[in-house]
């Protein structure tokens, strides 16, 4: 290649639109504060969790895996040991770094949610989430819940870590390069 030639990158915007099956019927109101007793058996959970981890990544250790525990119960433990259903709802050919393409795509969620007035979470990475707030901000005087895109609790999650596909490098057929879907991926042009 020639110092006289150019490269045209052109990167296409998509949002993916996930929704969850809840496995848990009635799950915890997260605005009771833990009590003592709370705080010890995360202390407990903890201390499991960290030793399950250290015998997998600690090769002198793993001789000690099948002694360490394996599953925390709890009173979900029956609801939690089935997978969870994930439904694509919609793919966005949006841009969520625009003001105008988040607010349509909040709109898009709350079209979901039907003529409910309940609230229900809504998650992303730190990104989204931040950008999906600056949405609601900007319509902050609607007249309605729905029109201020409240119907939704924003919450940053990890598990926009859903799927792992390979995208195709555009200058090397060959050489594939691993990326994650995430709610906001750039695909180059192929």
């Known amino acids: 290649m020639t110092s006289a030639q150019t490269i045209i990158v052109t990167s ?8 969850v099956k809840s496995r848990v019927i009635h799950p915890p109101s997260p605005a009771e504060l833990p009590t003592v007793d709370d705080i010890q058996s995360i202390k407990q959970n903890l201390i499991v969790l960290v030793s399950r981890t250290v015998c997998k990544y600690v090769k002198c250790l793993q001789k000690y895996t099948p002694s360490v525990c394996s599953h925390i119960a709890h009173g979900h433990s029956k609801e939690m040991a089935t997978k969870s259903e994930v439904i694509v709802l ?10 105008a393409d988040m607010i349509d795509i909040m709109r ?7 003529d409910s007035s309940k609230v229900r979470p809504s998650g992303g990475n730190y990104v989204t989430v931040e950008r999906q707030r600056c949405s609601q901000q900007h319509l902050m005087d609607s007249d309605t819940q729905r029109g201020r895109l409240g119907l ?11 799927m792992n596909v390979l995208l195709v ?7 594939l390069v691993p ?3 995430v709610f906001n991926t750039e695909y180059p042009n192929q």
Do not use: P, Q, S
């Not at 296409?12 to 929704?19: E, G, Q, S, W």
């Open 152 to 162: 939704v609790e924003l919450c940053a999650e990890d598990w926009h870590c859903l």
């Open 108 to 114: 898009e969620i709350h079209d979901y949610l039907g």
């Open 169 to 175: 490098n555009t200058e090397n057929r060959k050489k």
């Open 90 to 99: 919609d793919v966005l050919h949006k841009n969520e770094m625009k003001g």
């Open 12 to 19: 296409f915007r998509c949002i993916a639109l996930l929704a």
């Open 179 to 181: 990326c994650t879907f």
